[in-house]
């Protein structure tokens, strides 16, 4: 029966207001509280629902993070995952590592479904799943918003720019999800009880065989420019005067 | 907006020290991570499906169709989900299908859930008080036949007491109930502001009546509990006929309009059948066991509304621009927040000084009854149980007067906006209001205190408490940094015991009603002398976890210490006056002539 593997990251809860860090590191993340990556819970309520309905047998939560990122596996686990791995790794994570480290995973593990966010909430690169499909050597689809199973391949239909599209893959796949893919469920509070007698197991890059390395560098962080003041249009058509004066239409 | 995260935590895991029980083979279940989850869970919950339809149900309050309740049906939905995440039974003992999860962790939840629609959480504290009182005196029988339904949310709960005669004064009920041969009772009466009395939003109501069984003694000896549903539920716990409960009218409420409140006929057809729940004629002592219950609950939402208020002001504070710093007349110089000035400074603080107070002294009230819950011996138990029943009037009265206090002052922050229904503020206020008046007038409580409680077993509840202030003012002391602070308490806590002195003495010599003229005055002095006390704490535990604090909780625990001092210094100094007035057994109410208002 099938496996799933879901990528959960650990970011700064989307309702902080962000703030980078003066010295232009990174962002200030010290006594910030952390979630799990928005679209990572719709991945994950995704895979639960498969589950659900006997298309799945098991769902393993992936974490790449610090020793604390064990709040957000038990987040996972509260919600259904059966069992959870915990990827150590201090600092941000990269999306090419992060594809390396579910790849190596997967290799392992041989899940027949991985899903993941289509983008972190932090870093909003968008660029996981892409990248562990080409590593993996597998198709995927992504920006799912609807996911069926049509004996052993998986329908998808993908929001794009023109509207929807329907994609048919064949299996292992990799799926990125979408907002409307699904809304995740609240936890249960038995759940969170029964979480902490179910499996998380903690390893790291190099048991991995994981290359750290990256060739993105982050050069500098800096909050976007402060918003300038409005100007007030007497109507409809100074408004459009103004915006094709600006170049924006 | 809901109260912040940052002071829910403080409050329940650094000041009344969740984690430290779950050594404990009560609350074994959890650990820190899991009491996190649940408190997130309660959060995102509230966000999601309580905070949104706030207004909503406030501007289209239930209506009356066709006999039958019409409710926003998104009161359903996050009632449906409260009830399947388990928030209901969460503090319940795990053989009747609870969690065991600590009072101080479920009355935070309450008070997020509070904080964010009032009317909402109001089904789920009746509920949970009519488990309460069913677990307690309930038959195995009724156990198993209704507590299932109440604690996952499929049966929401009432308590009915009040008729329209007779409110405060339940030695006067009507209310009948015919011994049927079986077991059975027949009841026939009509009740009175009964809260979620009549709805579509879970499958069954179960209400609790008081009502006399013919023959019994006369007034509050002769009330027995009944358990009253509004479909009969059969021994598996299925539904059966309708119970004859009528729906008889609506009332259209100032404020805290989500949750419906009721005017019941019970047995209009002859046809209401009720289950005796404990012995006959012992019916009020049941009532309130779900009582101080449910009165640490009404304090939750006092609190928790008032917090609300004050996170709008200080959110309003921050962004609004308005005039200028006094000294500062040019007017090309850019204008400030209005947090800058220093009266709308103390308008902040007094609403922070009260709010953040009364939520210390709940949490208090709850560590003491998972205190009492796994007390290690009779003598343990009956000096937790003293100290709660002795707090449980403060609990319930204090916030409903200063956290109201704190509403009025979000609006004045706010100014001619905050009169509006643009902000939620003025809604707050309103929603507030209630708190002083139900479960127990604020007066009510005054009487109990100073009537009951403090006189109750040769006044070792009061000396219990004064003991623990005592603790905490040698602490202070020692520490250094609040010992003025502590010297102020002393010094309070004197005048405590020299008015309760003279009342006692009066009502010694039977004088009760001399003795007692002033009981409201006594519970706002007592109230404030024991918010201060928990003021202190707070402090203590801020100044000390100041050594190792990062940046951004540094100013977090200067605000707590500001907080404290600002309590001492503009409302402990009330007490003084107070209890001294108290003392003098002041008559000037009583002895005006009728005539002469």
């Known amino acids: 029966m099938r496996k799933i593997l879901v990528g959960v990251k650990r970011v700064i809860d989307y309702n902080v207001r962000i703030r980078v860090k003066p010295d232009g590191t990174g962002v200030v993340t010290d006594g910030v509280k952390m979630s799990i990556n928005p679209f990572d819970e719709i991945a994950l309520e995704e895979a639960l629902r498969m589950r659900e309905r006997g298309e799945a047998a098991e769902i393993i939560a992936v974490c790449i993070g610090p020793d604390d990122a064990q709040q957000q596996l038990r987040t996972a686990l509260a919600m259904g995952a059966d069992r959870a791995i915990l990827v150590k790794h201090d600092g941000p994570v990269d999306p090419l590592v992060a594809a390396r480290t579910l790849h190596a995973i997967a290799q392992k593990e041989s899940p027949a479904l991985v899903i993941v966010g289509k983008q972190a909430i932090d870093d909003d690169a968008a660029q996981t799943g892409p990248m562990l499909a080409a590593l993996w050597d597998r198709p995927q689809a992504t920006f799912a918003s609807k996911v069926e199973f049509k004996g052993e391949t998986l329908v998808v239909t993908r929001e794009v720019d023109a509207g929807l599209e329907t994609d048919e893959v064949d299996l292992p796949a990799v799926i990125t999800a979408d907002l409307r893919l699904n809304e995740p469920r609240y936890v249960k509070l038995p759940d969170i009880m029964k979480a902490k007698k179910k499996p998380l197991d903690v390893t790291d890059l190099a048991s991995l065989g994981v290359d750290a390395g990256s060739p993105a560098q982050v050069v500098r962080w800096e909050p976007p420019a402060q918003r300038q003041k409005g100007v007030m249009v007497k109507d409809a058509a100074e408004l459009v005067d103004m915006l094709k004066k600006k170049g924006l239409i | ?597």
């Not at chain 2, 239930?62 to 996050?78: F, K, M, Q, S, Y």
């Not at chain 2, 707590?560 to 057994?585: D, I, M």
């Open chain 2, 1 to 597: 907006m809901l109260i912040p995260r940052r002071d829910i935590e403080f409050q329940v895991f650094e000041v009344v020290e969740a984690e430290a029980l779950c050594a404990r083979e009560r609350y074994a279940a959890h650990d820190r991570a899991t009491l996190d989850e649940v408190l997130g869970s309660a959060r995102r919950l509230a966000e999601e499906r309580f905070l949104p339809y706030a207004a909503l149900t406030d501007v289209h309050e239930p209506e009356l169709v066709d006999g039958r309740v019409r409710i926003a049906p998104e009161a359903r939905v996050a009632l449906r989900e409260l009830g399947e995440a388990g928030f209901i039974a969460a503090p319940f003992d795990a053989e009747v299908g609870g969690l065991q999860v600590p009072q101080v962790v479920n009355q935070a939840c309450n008070a997020l859930f509070a904080s964010a629609h009032v009317g909402f959480h109001g089904y789920s504290m009746l509920t949970q008080g009519v488990a309460n009182v069913i677990r307690v005196f309930g038959s195995d029988e009724q156990r198993r036949r209704y507590l299932p339904g109440l604690l996952e949310g499929r049966f929401f709960g009432t308590m009915c007491l009040s008729e329209p005669h007779a409110g405060s004064s339940l030695a006067d009920i009507r209310s009948r109930a015919e011994p049927l041969p079986g077991g059975l009772y027949a009841i026939r009466g009509d009740k009175m502001w009964i809260s979620g009395g009549e709805h579509e939003l879970s499958d069954n109501i179960i209400h609790l009546v008081l009502a006399k069984v013919p023959g019994g003694p006369p007034g509050v000896k002769g009330i027995s509990l009944f358990i009253v549903p509004r479909y009969r539920v059969g021994p598996d716990g299925g539904l059966g006929a309708d119970n004859d409960v009528r729906l008889t009218g609506l009332n259209h409420k100032m404020g805290w309009r989500g949750t419906v409140n009721t005017a019941l006929a019970f047995g209009p057809n002859g046809e209401c059948l009720g289950e005796r729940i404990g012995e006959e004629h012992r019916g009020l002592a049941s009532m309130f066991q779900l009582m101080n219950e449910a009165r640490i609950g009404v304090g939750v939402c006092s609190v928790a509304l008032g917090y609300a208020g004050y996170m709008n002001a200080l959110a309003y504070a921050r962004d609004r621009l308005q005039g200028r710093p006094l000294g500062q007349r040019d007017p090309s110089t850019p204008q400030v927040p209005i947090l800058r000035h220093a009266d709308v400074r103390r308008m902040l603080l007094a609403q922070k000084s009260w709010v953040e107070g009364g939520l210390a002294l709940e949490l208090y009230c709850a560590r003491l009854m998972d205190d009492l819950a796994t007390a290690r011996d009779a003598g343990e138990g009956a000096r937790l149980h003293g100290l709660v029943e002795l707090l449980t009037p403060i609990a319930k009265s204090w916030p409903s007067e200063f956290c109201l206090e704190a509403n009025k002052l979000a609006i004045q922050v706010l100014g001619g906006a905050g009169y509006t229904r643009d902000y939620p503020v003025e809604r707050l206020y309103r929603d507030n209001r209630l708190n002083h008046i139900h479960e127990g007038a604020y007066g009510i409580h005054g009487l109990d205190l100073l009537g009951r409680k403090v006189p109750q077993d040769g006044g070792a509840a009061l000396a219990a408490l004064a003991a623990l202030v005592r603790e905490t003012i040698a602490a202070a002391r020692s520490d250094g940094s609040f010992s003025q602070e502590a010297d102020q308490l002393d010094q309070a806590l004197g005048g405590i015991d020299a008015a309760t002195r003279r009342v006692l003495g009066a009502m010694a010599k039977g004088e009760a009603e001399r003795a007692l003229a002033n009981a409201t005055v006594y519970l706002e002095a007592v109230g404030h002398v024991v918010v201060a006390w928990r003021w202190l704490e707070q402090a203590r535990v801020a100044t000390r976890a100041l050594g190792t604090a990062g940046a951004a909780d540094r100013a977090f625990y200067e605000g707590k210490q500001a907080a404290c001092r600002f309590f001492f210094r503009h409302e402990l100094p009330r007490v003084g006056p107070q209890l001294a007035l108290v003392a003098s057994l002041d008559e000037t109410p009583l002895l005006m002539p009728d005539e002469g208002f």
